[in-house]
């Protein structure tokens, strides 16, 4: 809702969704590479609608004298299957379906959609995103050029040709799998999610553009018990791909961190209080700058005037072999995209270069403002809603130090290692991430795990307090969700080991 | 969506369930209308409006159980749509606690209008919309130098539900729901932008808190945040302003669910009948207030709306038990989840609490963290006022506190008397003692 506007936050996709396929769904034989001379008509077809009629659609959403518009076609089939209690007993289908319209007057925005892709009901729902405007009629495009697109998440199998078979029996041997690792487990858990998007995004400006995004989620959780205390915890993967991905090695490391993880916990010892220094470890970590840069680089903050890096672009922010990038590119990663929701290819963004705050991510109305090039990163969670800068993969790239070399350098401090959840307040740039699980360090050595700890700081003083930053980058595996003006986007976010010299740690000790 | 036409889909997507092998159903058909109007700076930034419509079912077939939503309710798309869902159930495997609710459970609704639909929501105009939204930013034109940006809002929906289960249940929703308010941002020490703001909802356009003093109350929280700091870790009392206290307690919902406990995952587990919090806390859920944000004549498992104390002087007496899990855990249903939580008040006023605290915290925001339902754990984000001989003496922000709710629910020393009507969970100012502060 609003009062989340400047309130935006990251969480790991909660555990309560699972899937099933339908068989013979509204869709057969895609194969999610456009073929052919006109690579849009295989979409034109499916949301059922031809040239003629987007252009009367546009001719009355610019009846009023709009600068410009565009429609959002989307089609989203979902599925999800869970286990618990030792029996797959629930299944989940969604189907969505529908065109978002949005008008554009100057940087002000007219938005409507519909779920009927009638040309009766499309045409009353421009007419009602135009009165954002007041002036004569312009006029439609007559033709309509499809945007060529690189494929970062190429796949073999459809999701709506995998049986729901196969599924059971895959969740059937992950829970066997949990209950074999350790004794001291007594409950288990998995879920198994997939979805298939198809958008196609027309503006009148004749450009075109259509997507194929697949997804997969799979969560492995339990609760062990020892000495009459109680320990929960999960391991996820969440990946744009197919099937494929769940190669057997994968499925058996899924049971094995998740029962690793949990139990681990029964040895944390209470976190300590105060600053102190923080290793971030490798991978999830990339939460810190999510929250701590992220954010306050999306530049409708920036355009507004409200983030508190709004005026800090070509300014030293880290020690320079700090390069923080957003990149929707990354293959089969979570949050990689083609093309955003506005039709612009997707690309690697620059935020800080070499200690040096850069580019901020823009969405159609920002880059206008500031007069460039949009990155690929105005996104919306559905037809049902508009565009805004989002952040697609958030990482930091590899740097001088190694980890060894990290650890011994901390005298008293903790590493953070797995997390649930972060947010920040975009104007002030505090921010902060719950550690679900981590380590102490004393006088250069990992001496026992912690657990349950809220870590909350500054953005620039935090990024300003990166003194080390190893080679060993990897992406988180998870299901990051991003919630921004009350809309969830996937995401995904990475990083090399770092050291943060000084950060308030939310502890007891 | 006409209401009949509504619920007539309602009754052919049953029937057609039936007919394609689900032995039992439950359904749900909403039809929604929504405006949105937000102002920046005096200038309208975005305007939306929105008509959607859902059917979500549930199917039971031959023990086996699974869910399906779609929002394409053309009978064509729907028919196949049922059937795959019917298909699909069979694939699973059988689950002897899932199962429709014993139809006694839905006797008893209450016969009093909750009031939950304003029929004046169908005159409000556009320029209405525009003009209540902008007059609300515009109170606060040269109110302050410092401001940077001011968010204005103004937003209402009308939403129509039917719920239709197979063994007689028949139930229907209608509500309206207007928001205003405003966020703004200031320029802070630096390059910070401290930022506030205030929305309010009501059921009734007439609830609403006055647009003026909506918009000041979103200034004065934004002024309070000007040159806030961390201050260094220390053990000491929290006082917790009243609109913010559920924030501290909705935390403790999941582990007071069947689902929860049964999943081995409440650290609450086994403490009905005993002291969980100190005397001074007492909450009753009652989903029976005239225009309340959480009323509700049933449950989503249909089940009647009744009052239930879930904490009388500290004891606890009753967990949110939904149908499944209570089949699960062998415990009769009392409801699936919380509707109007009612914190019983004390005598005094927060600021009467505040004036007679010799150090403190006034914790007025949370920024992020978490907690562990497992174990009672928590460690979350704060920010307020460090609070000297009853007088706010420096803005904090930046800080956590942390420890464990068994321990919090205990030193809570005593509630106000000024519920925050404004929320389905009405909390009065709580003051707890003994708190761990994480700071410089």
Redesign the interface.
């Known amino acids: 809702?609003?009062?989340m506007?400047?309130?935006d936050?990251v969480k790991i996709t909660g555990t309560g969704l699972a899937l099933?396929?339908?068989?013979?769904?509204i869709r057969s034989g895609f194969a999610n590479v456009v073929p052919g001379d006109n690579p849009y008509k295989f979409y034109f077809n499916r949301f059922g609608i031809d040239e003629d009629m987007v252009q009367k659609v546009m001719a009355e959403a610019l009846h009023y004298g709009g600068d410009y518009c565009d429609l959002f076609f989307q089609n989203q089939l979902s599925n999800s299957?869970r286990l618990?209690?030792n029996?797959?007993?629930?299944?989940?289908?969604?189907?969505?379906?529908?065109v978002g319209i949005r008008v554009l007057k100057g940087?002000?925005?007219?938005?409507?959609?519909?779920?009927d892709i009638s040309l009766v009901s499309m045409k009353a729902a421009a007419r009602?995103?135009a009165?954002?405007a007041s002036g004569s009629a312009k006029k439609a495009p007559q033709t309509f050029n499809s945007t060529k697109l690189m494929n970062y998440y190429d796949t073999q199998v459809s999701w709506e040709d995998v049986g729901?078979?196969d599924k059971?029996e895959m969740l059937q041997a992950i829970n066997e799998d949990i209950f074999k690792q350790d004794s001291r487990v007594?409950?288990a858990?998995v879920n198994f999610s997939d979805s298939e998007n198809y958008i196609l995004v027309v503006n009148s400006e004749g450009g075109l553009a259509t997507d194929y995004q697949p997804m997969l989620r799979i969560s492995a959780g339990c609760?062990a018990?020892e000495n009459g205390?109680?320990?929960?915890n999960y391991f996820d993967y969440s990946v744009r791909d197919d099937i494929n991905f769940l190669t057997p090695e994968r499925l058996k490391r899924l049971p094995k961190e998740a029962v690793a993880r949990t139990v681990k916990l029964f040895e944390a010892q209470t976190?300590p209080?105060?600053?102190m220094p923080v290793v971030l470890a490798a991978g999830s970590s990339g939460i810190l700058l999510h929250e701590a840069i992220g954010h306050g680089m999306e530049a409708d903050f920036n355009r507004?005037?409200?983030?508190?890096?709004?005026?800090?672009i070509n300014q030293k922010v880290a020690e320079e072999f700090v390069t923080i990038v957003d990149n929707g590119t990354n293959p089969h990663v979570r949050g990689s995209i083609n093309v955003d929701d506005e039709g612009h290819p997707s690309q690697e963004t620059v935020l800080v270069e070499n200690g040096v705050l850069r580019t901020f991510m823009h969405d159609r109305i920002s880059a206008k403002h500031y007069g460039v090039d949009p990155t690929g990163s105005g996104r919306r969670e559905s037809f049902?809603h508009?565009p805004m800068p989002r952040m697609r993969n958030t990482y930091m790239k590899n740097g001088p130090h190694k980890y060894a070399e990290i650890i011994a350098n901390v005298k008293y401090g903790i590493i953070a290692e797995q997390f649930?959840?972060?947010?920040v307040?975009?104007?002030?740039?505090?921010?902060?991430?719950?550690v679900?699980s981590g380590s102490l360090i004393e006088d250069g050595k990992v001496t026992g795990p912690i657990?349950?700890?809220?870590i909350?700081?500054?953005g620039?003083e935090v990024l300003s307090r990166v003194t080390m930053v190893a080679d060993d980058m990897v992406m988180a595996e998870g299901g990051w969700t991003c919630g921004k003006n009350g809309q969830s986007v996937p995401v995904s976010m990475g990083l090399p080991s770092v050291l943060v010299s000084s950060i308030?740690?939310?502890?007891?000790g | 969506m006409e209401k009949n036409i509504q619920l007539d889909l309602g009754y052919w997507v049953q029937k057609k369930a039936k007919q394609l092998g689900a032995t039992e159903s439950a359904l749900g058909i909403n039809h929604a209308r929504s405006v949105s109007v937000d102002f920046r700076d005096g200038k309208v930034e975005k305007l939306k409006e929105s008509t959607q419509q859902a059917l979500w079912i549930e199917i039971f077939a031959k023990g086996r159980y699974s869910n399906h939503s779609t929002n394409d309710l053309r009978k064509e798309s729907l028919e196949k749509f049922i059937a795959n869902a019917v298909d699909l159930t069979g694939f699973l495997e059988k689950d002897e606690f899932r199962k429709l609710p014993d139809p006694e459970l839905y006797k008893g609704q209450s016969s009093v209008d909750l009031d939950l639909y304003d029929a004046k929501q169908s005159d409000v105009t556009a320029d209405e919309r525009l003009r209540r939204a902008k007059e609300l930013g515009e109170t606060l034109d040269g109110k302050d130098d410092r401001i940077i940006s001011i968010a204005s809002g103004f937003y209402d929906s009308h939403s129509e539900t039917y719920h239709l289960k197979s063994n007689g249940f028949e139930g229907h929703k209608e509500s309206t729901s207007f928001t205003h308010g405003a966020s703004v941002s200031m320029q802070g020490k630096g390059d910070k932008k401290p930022e506030g703001w205030r929305y309010y909802r009501a059921h009734h356009l007439e609830d609403l808190v006055d647009a003026e003093q909506t918009a000041l109350e979103a200034l004065e929280r934004t002024k309070a945040r000007m040159g806030a700091e961390k201050i260094p870790s220390e053990t000491m009392p929290l006082l917790l302003e009243n609109s913010n206290a559920a924030g501290l307690f909705w935390r403790i919902m999941y582990p007071l669910s069947a689902s929860a406990i049964q999943q081995k995952n409440s650290f609450l587990e086994g403490k009905q009948d005993q002291q969980i919090a100190s005397d001074v806390l007492t909450i009753l859920d009652n989903p029976s207030i005239i225009r309340g944000l959480g009323s509700r004549y049933y449950d989503g498992d249909g089940i009647a709306a009744k009052q239930m104390p879930l904490i009388t002087n500290g004891v606890l007496n009753n967990y949110f038990v939904d149908v499944y899990y209570g089949n699960k855990l062998g415990w009769k249903p009392t409801k699936g989840g919380a509707s109007n939580l009612i914190v019983k008040p004390g005598l005094r006023s927060g600021a009467e609490i505040e004036a007679g605290l010799d150090r403190a915290i006034l914790v007025t925001d949370w920024l992020g963290g978490n907690a562990n339902p497992t174990t009672g754990d928590y460690s979350l984000g704060v920010a307020g006022w460090l609070i000297e001989n009853g007088k706010r003496v420096k803005s904090i922000t930046e800080m956590n506190i942390s420890g464990n709710y068994t321990d919090l629910l205990m030193n809570l020393v005593e509630v106000g008397n000024d519920p925050w009507v404004h929320s389905s969970f009405r909390t009065p100012t709580m003051l707890f003692d003994k708190v761990n502060f994480s700071g410089s």
């Open positions: 809702m609003l009062h506007s400047r309130r936050f099933a396929t339908l068989p013979g769904f299957i618990q209690d029996i797959v007993n629930s299944a989940s289908t969604n189907v969505t379906l529908g940087d002000q925005t007219g938005y409507s959609f519909t779920e009602t995103a009165g954002i729901i078979k059971v007594i409950k858990s609760t018990e205390k109680r320990e929960n976190p209080a105060g600053e507004q005037g409200i983030s508190v890096f709004s005026d800090m049902k508009y649930t959840n972060g947010q307040n975009i104007g002030p740039g505090d921010f902060t991430f719950y679900k657990k349950d700890v809220n909350i700081g500054n620039p308030t740690v939310g502890g007891r």
